[in-house]
């Protein structure tokens, strides 16, 4: 079963089960720490723009925040057998994204405001449509891909494209405020983008490790790897959105926080389950993921309506964290049965 793997893999093998258990957890904070180098430095390049805080969080700092899981997905190329792990990581993020990092955000917010509540009216309409797009997308693509029933190169092109398009349309609108930022510091820019991209090289380095070892546990744990992937990796992928999501959120930008999470959901649908499909020469049957699939469907239609009502206290917050914790019952749950 194991006889034909390379180098690589008999290296993983070599350590055990615990040498692995250690490789990914050290992964995942190295994952985490590189995440913050190219999220703060990408915020400073952000911040000389002169862009809106969500407006930042879904272009900018959802795609840096998203690189761990476009790492992942480029290795699972590499090595087809991690296939489950990255597809599960992308609809799990999504739903550890919105339920467990936005619910923690709302709690937070509705504890530091005397109001028990949060109003959102003061965010731009340009910056509203972004997130309502991002939304859509988020939830339509999954339930389409379970209705069509798999999903091939095709998709994966039609996925970039999607994610190509949209990004185009952001950039000429916001096309004046980025010539205002080169007249105002464009050494500043050149210092913090190269220390964002020490920071990427430090993200892809740690999402090959986490891919590698949580397929050997998977595989000696007999654990399907969609499960892993659901579970254990999209938390670990997910920490860098944890971690700005709410130091943001503390620092009274719950803006920021929220453009940083559904970017990075559309980030994950489009850009980042393109790549897969379109490296790949395979079709994914779908069927497998549906309870992925639902559960994501179920948290983004949940935060769009909370989003429709300009307002969020703690209960939207402890709805989204009930939410979170029956997934994970649910996703475990199955695996026992």
């Not at 919105?98 to 709302?106: A, D, E, K, N, S």
């Not at 996925?159 to 609108?173: A, E, G, K, M």
């Not at 510091?185 to 590698?212: C, D, N, P």
């Not at 992937?229 to 709410?246: D, K, Q, R």
């Amino acid at each position: 079963m194991r006889e034909e793997r390379g180098m690589p893999e008999a290296v993983f093998e070599s350590l055990g089960l615990i040498g692995n258990t250690l490789i990914l957890l050290v992964s995942i904070l190295a994952l985490d720490k590189s995440s913050d180098l190219t999220i703060d430095n990408s915020v400073k390049v952000a911040e000389i723009t002169g862009l809106g805080k969500t407006t930042i969080g879904f272009l900018l700092i959802a795609f840096s925040t998203s690189l761990p899981e476009l790492s992942v997905s480029i290795f699972s190329i590499v090595d087809p057998e991690a296939i489950g792990v990255t597809i599960g990581n992308v609809l799990g993020s999504n739903i550890a994204n919105v339920c467990l990092i936005l619910g923690l955000c709302f709690l937070i917010v509705s504890l530091k405001s005397n109001a028990g509540e949060y109003n959102f009216s003061n965010v731009t309409t340009e910056e509203i449509r972004n997130l309502y797009f991002g939304l859509f997308i988020a939830s339509l693509i999954p339930l389409a891909l379970i209705y069509i029933g798999y999903a091939s190169n095709i998709i994966g092109a039609i996925l970039i494209t999607i994610f190509i398009f949209h990004n185009i349309q952001s950039i000429r609108s916001g096309k004046n405020k980025e010539a205002y930022a080169s007249r105002k510091g464009g050494g500043a820019v050149k210092k913090y983008t190269l220390l964002a991209l020490l920071g990427v090289a430090g993200v892809v380095a740690s999402a090959y490790f986490i891919v590698e070892s949580a397929s050997y546990i998977a595989e000696e744990l007999g654990v399907p790897r969609v499960v892993i992937g659901a579970t254990i990796v999209a938390f670990g992928t997910s920490l860098p959105e944890l971690v700005t999501s709410v130091d943001a959120t503390r620092k009274g930008h719950i803006e920021l926080a929220l453009g940083n999470i559904i970017g990075s959901g559309f980030v994950n649908i489009t850009l980042i389950l393109g790549v897969v499909l379109l490296g790949g020469s395979f079709k994914v049957v779908m069927s497998a993921y549906s309870n992925l699939v639902i559960f994501s469907i179920m948290a983004n239609l949940l935060l769009w309506y909370f989003l429709s009502g300009e307002r969020m206290s703690w209960r939207e917050g402890l709805i989204l964290l009930f939410v979170y914790a029956l997934f994970i019952a649910t996703s475990f749950g199955a695996y026992q049965s």
